[in-house]
T-cell receptor, first 116, second 114 residues
Framework: AQSVTQLGSHVSVSEGALVLLRCNYS??????LFWYVQYPNQGLQLLLKYTSAATLVKGINGFEAEFKKSETSFHLTKPSAHMSDAAEYFC??????????????FGIGTKLQVIP | DSGVTQTPKHLITATGQRVTLRCSPR?????VYWYQQSLDQGLQFLIQYYNGEERAKGNILERFSAQQFPDLHSELNLSSLELGDSALYFC?????????????FGEGSRLTVL
């Protein structure tokens, strides 16, 4: 079964600093990978997704992630943190179950704190 | 606004009781997923429906059941509630059946069991 591991349940950065949220995947086949963001009191929303078209994926709000097969990683980055980026970020992997239906498995989540 | 509607937003009940959580997916989406989010276990997949039929099961307890109706809305039934069932329950929908479909999440139903 495919899975993702997020390193660091809490990350703190200063406003204007680089944001780096780590995600490693486990998959026997080329995976579909996602980053979702959850703002306080809201549901999750898609930041970006990797579907093998390009290894560097750009998402909303200035975030991007790079798929590195050799490292089985899909880390999320943003050059300069903004206060509004404070949220919880989830890495996810999608594959098919035995019936051909999508199964999405989420990581434990990383809470990002931005310090003024 | 994701287009996914969940009711109720908040629910407080007692141990042993039964509750029903409701989800209306985005217009046109055939797949509905239920997830449980708790502090200690993160986001856990419970069950998935596609066009009215159950298509995948995750870590769903036998005390929990769900269904998707012909109009595609879905209900998650939680019975014999325990303190540990207190969590945020999310419904998500997607257009198709296979990956890599984006999931659109509702705002969740926060269940508190006292």
């Amino acid at each position: 079964a495919q899975s993702v591991t997020q390193l660091g349940s809490h990350v703190s950065v200063s406003e204007g600093a680089l944001v780096l949220l780590r995600c490693n995947y486990s998959s026997s086949v080329p995976p579909y990978l996602f980053w979702y963001v959850q703002y306080p009191n809201q549901g999750l929303q898609l930041l970006l997704k990797y579907t093998s078209a390009a290894t560097l994926v750009k998402g909303i709000n200035g975030f991007e992630a790079e798929f590195k097969k050799s490292e089985t990683s899909f880390h999320l980055t943003k050059p300069s943190a903004h206060m509004s980026d404070a949220a919880e970020y989830f890495c996810a992997v999608s594959d098919r179950n035995s019936g051909g239906y999508q199964k999405v498995t989420f990581g434990i989540g990383t809470k990002l704190q931005v310090i003024p | 606004d994701s287009g996914v509607t969940q009711t109720p937003k908040h629910l407080i009940t007692a141990t042993g009781q039964r509750v029903t959580l409701r989800c209306s997916p985005r217009s046109g989406d055939l797949s509905v997923y239920w997830y449980q989010q708790s502090l200690d276990q993160g986001l856990q997949f419970l069950i998935q429906y596609y066009n009215g039929e159950e298509r995948a099961k995750g870590n769903i307890l036998e005390r929990f059941s769900a269904q998707q109706f012909p109009d595609l809305h879905s209900e998650l039934n939680l019975s014999s509630l325990e303190l540990g069932d207190s969590a945020l329950y999310f419904c998500a929908s997607s257009e198709g059946r296979g990956p890599p479909g984006e999931l659109f999440f509702g705002e969740g139903s926060r269940l508190t069991v006292l």
